[in-house]
Structure formats: structure tokens, C-alpha cells
């Protein structure tokens, strides 16, 4: 496979960012056969965007300008859990919390940071410890991987996700010390429902176990020829009642309970139980799945209908010239620390973390891009969203540029939610109807702009020299690394 990350030219007529779905070999592209759901390919241009599957939980944002303008640029991510994708780890020492990620071409580097998110198995406790191995081995080939002490983390404590941030593809895996060898009370199991078809015959398998027994749960169900119903979810056991299981069949009355041991799951026992029901074959099978203890959790089965359906999503971003304008005016001038609130208050990073983004010569566009992270994507709701950010702090310039931009590309105003900031907004008005936006030329001439602030695509991020590059150890909870 070539290392290059040369593009492949398509029709200007073409939008982007877009799925790949094509059968003809993209140059630098994987030779292999990933199974359903594991991999996805789209093409990108300077304008970036985002490439999500959801039934993963994975996620890779490229911003605007990362891609050089004028390049037409595939890429791919390719989720495994395969042994030989697997860090070498201690027995006794460490644990591998994600799934190793690839993220393709392998080699490609870009004229700015990009973000990959993934779901990790961690505990709260365990948010300061991560460790990041990467490896520049094929998807064919046995992984080699090292630790990374340069690479930039943080933790997305709702959905229980890591973000990556780097600036060149490879492979992914993220590590701590291992807390325990079995599942303790008040710690989280996976479960997860498998489906099969056996004629006149539906089979429901229903798994909760702790992530070391998720492998054999699918060696054994590809012999059985079983398929995953719905993603897998975390169930956190409490006390030492036993797990309630339900199942609901669409337009069907009754229910279907069987219970789980708790005693066996803290032991560190998988457990699964088995629903046998009959249903016509020439109607497709749906039901509900409701596991319950301290929690409850819901899955949604549905037999295939002949065809998967489409397990990746691609979106736009926010376009560079309006990130543009609100970090010139948020990093000129913020007197009343939006920054630092909207790193803490929005996006609830650690106060290391914030220091360490403080410190980075753009920390505006840094939070505009963790924000669009977190969010997958970027719509009307997305902008409305951040425009109501700003009206709290009370920013109404940043408002402004938000409300013309949406009217201008969306054809609607914003209607301001209730705040403290309302008085403001009443007795200065629209910041566009005073004149003081004024037109969009003027807005592309204040002096950090002349300063060179945003300058050319390759001067947004370009990594300094390896020895001005800060590292940490885990001991303070700070990953650092090159960003700029």
C-alpha cells in the first residue's frame, strides 16, 4: 500500500465531503475484506468535515484547511478488535480501553491537526491514565506498536469517548493500567444482543460479560451463525440484584422476561440468555430489548432485509471564513474569559487540559474545533446552539456574526433564548443592524489577519520543532504534544 496519500482527482461537479461506494481501487487504499459495519471510506477537499459510524460510536473530524486547497483526498477508517491489531500488553499491568482504530492512507499527513474519537472502556478514574500506542504497520500485516507521549488526548466524559489529535494517519489503541481482573460492584459490563434465523425460528442471545470475554462472545457466535443486533452498551451493576431482561415483539402483546445472576457478573462471569420464538418467515422480525438493574438499558433488533444498511455517515463543518471571524474576535479580545468557560462549562475538560490548550498560540479556534467534534456535525440546530454559547457569556459580536451568517445561509433569524445576556441584546440590538459587523470585506482586514493569525493552510498548524515540543508524564494527568 502506498504511503503517499496521493488523492484521486473526481469531477469538481462532485461535493464534499462524500462516501466512498465505488469498486474501483483508490491508490494508497487497504487490499482487504473488512467485515460489516468495521469500515468506511470518503473523500474530503479543503473544506473538510466530518466521517462518523454510529453504530461504533467512531468519529474523525478534518477541519477546513487541513486538506491543501485544490486536493481531492481519500481516507478511511477501519475499527478492529482482532488479536493480531492488538497491543503486546503486561498480563498483569495493562488493559487495552478502545478498539484499535486504522486510520488511512496510512502515512497521510495533513497541513493541520484532525480529530478521531473513539468509544473507550474505562472508568472515570482511569480518564488521567490513558496511554496512546500507535503503529505504522498495514491492515494486513501483525501490529507493532509503541506508546506515543506526543499525542494530545481528552476525555468526552458523556459519551465515554477519547478524541485523538494528531496531524498524520496510522493505527490507534488506547491503554492504562489495569484496575482489576474481574468486573467489581459498581464498575460497568458490556451487553449485547445477537440475532439468528432458523426458519419458522428466531433466536434471541442476549450477552453481559466484562470486555476481556467480548472475543469469545464473537468467535462463538460466528459459529453458531449469529449476527450483532444492536451495538453494544454498558450496563454499571449496583448492589447484587439480579438483571431483569425483556423482550417485546413489535405488534405483539406479551412480553418475554429471563433474569441474570449479578453474583456471577462481579465474579467476572459472562453470562447470556436465549430467547427462542417463533415468527412467519415471510415477515421481517422486530422487537425490544429492555435490560434492567441499576439502569435500564434499550436495544432495537430488526432482521436484515436482504441488504445492510448504510453504516457510515458523512457531513460538512463550519466553513473556514466564518471560524475565521470568531476567532479573530475571541482571541483579540476577551476580557471576560469566554475561552476558558467554554472550555470547562461547554466542553468540560479538565483543568489541566485547559491550561495546556490556553498556552497554544490559537486557543479560539481550538475550542471552535473540539465543539465541532463533540457535535458530529453541523447544522442549524449546531449553529443556533453556539450562538446561545455566546449570548450567556455575553458576546454579542460573536452573536452577530452567527445570526448573518445563518440568515444568509439558512434564510431564517435566530431567536435569542432567555438570559442574563437578554438586556444586552435589547439595548445594543443586533450587532449587524448597528453597523458594527459591517460589510463582509471589512471583516477580513482586522490587523491579526494582516498579523498573519490565520495566513495561509499551512500556517494554522504547523508542528514546531521536535525540541520545542512540551511532554508530560502520566503523573500530572497531562498529555501533551506538537498542536500548533
Not at 482586522?446 to 508542528?463: E, I, Q, R, T, V
Request: hydrophobic share 30%; glycine share 6%; aromatic share 8%.
Amino acid at each position: 500500500m502506498s504511503t503517499d496519500g496521493k488523492s484521486s482527482r473526481l469531477p469538481a461537479s462532485q461535493s464534499f465531503p462524500r462516501l466512498y461506494e465505488g469498486i474501483i481501487p483508490i491508490p494508497g487504499f487497504p487490499d482487504f475484506n473488512p467485515k460489516p459495519g468495521s469500515y468506511a471510506a470518503a473523500i474530503f477537499d479543503h473544506n473538510g468535515g466530518h466521517l462518523k459510524l454510529p453504530e461504533k460510536g467512531v468519529k474523525l473530524f478534518i477541519p477546513p484547511m487541513a486538506i491543501p486547497e485544490g486536493r481531492e483526498q481519500p481516507v478511511y477508517v477501519y475499527i478492529s478488535d482482532d488479536y493480531k491489531h492488538k497491543p503486546l500488553l503486561g498480563e498483569d499491568k495493562e488493559r487495552s480501553l478502545t478498539p484499535t482504530v486504522f486510520c488511512g492512507p496510512n502515512g497521510l499527513c495533513f497541513e493541520g491537526d484532525v480529530y478521531l474519537t473513539i468509544p473507550h472502556y474505562g472508568t472515570t478514574e482511569s480518564h488521567g491514565k490513558f496511554m496512546v500506542q500507535r503503529t505504522d504497520t498495514e491492515i494486513n500485516e501483525a501490529a507493532k506498536f509503541e506508546v506515543s507521549s506526543d499525542i494530545v488526548t481528552f476525555v468526552n466524559k458523556t459519551e465515554q469517548s477519547v478524541t485523538i489529535i494528531t496531524n498524520h494517519f496510522t493505527g490507534f489503541d488506547i491503554t492504562n493500567d489495569k484496575e482489576n481482573q474481574h468486573v467489581k460492584q459498581g464498575a460497568r459490563i458490556l451487553t449485547v444482543p445477537y440475532f439468528q434465523r432458523k426458519g419458522e425460528d428466531v433466536v434471541v442471545r442476549v450477552y453481559a460479560c466484562p470486555l476481556e470475554e467480548m472475543k469469545r462472545v464473537e468467535k462463538e457466535e460466528r459459529q453458531l451463525g449469529g449476527r450483532q443486533a444492536d451495538a453494544s452498551k454498558w450496563l454499571t451493576l449496583m448492589g447484587k440484584d439480579d438483571i431483569n431482561i425483556v423482550l417485546k415483539i413489535e405488534d405483539e402483546k406479551h412480553h418475554h422476561n429471563k433474569r441474570m445472576d449479578c453474583k456471577k457478573l462481579l465474579q467476572g462471569m459472562r453470562m447470556a440468555e436465549t430467547f427462542t420464538v417463533r415468527h412467519n418467515i415471510s415477515r421481517q422480525f422486530r422487537c425490544r430489548v429492555k435490560v434492567k438493574q441499576s439502569e435500564e438499558l434499550e436495544f432495537e433488533i430488526t432482521e436484515p432485509a436482504g441488504h445492510d444498511q448504510k453504516q457510515a455517515e458523512v457531513s460538512t463543518c463550519m466553513p473556514f471564513s466564518l471560524e475565521r471571524e470568531i476567532c479573530l474576535l475571541l482571541d483579540a479580545n476577551d476580557h471576560l474569559n469566554v475561552r476558558q468557560h467554554f472550555f470547562s462549562e461547554v466542553l468540560e475538560l479538565d483543568q489541566n487540559k485547559i491550561n495546556f490548550f490556553m498556552n497554544k498560540e490559537r486557543p479560539a479556534k481550538i475550542v471552535l474545533e473540539i465543539w465541532q467534534t463533540r457535535q458530529g456535525q453541523i447544522g442549524l440546530d449546531q449553529y443556533i446552539s453556539l450562538h446561545n454559547i455566546f449570548l450567556k457569556y455575553k458576546r454579542i459580536d460573536i452573536c452577530g456574526i452567527l445570526e448573518r451568517f445563518v440568515k444568509e445561509e439558512y434564510g431564517c433569524p435566530i431567536e435569542p433564548e432567555e438570559s442574563e445576556a437578554t438586556d444586552e441584546v435589547e439595548t445594543q440590538g443586533s450587532l449587524q443592524d448597528s453597523g458594527y459587523l459591517g460589510s463582509p470585506a471589512s471583516l477580513s482586514k482586522p490587523s491579526p489577519l494582516d498579523s498573519g493569525y490565520f495566513g495561509s493552510s499551512a500556517s494554522l498548524s504547523k508542528p514546531p520543532p521536535l525540541e520545542e515540543m512540551e511532554v508530560s508524564t502520566s503523573n500530572n494527568n497531562q498529555e501533551s504534544g506538537q498542536f500548533d
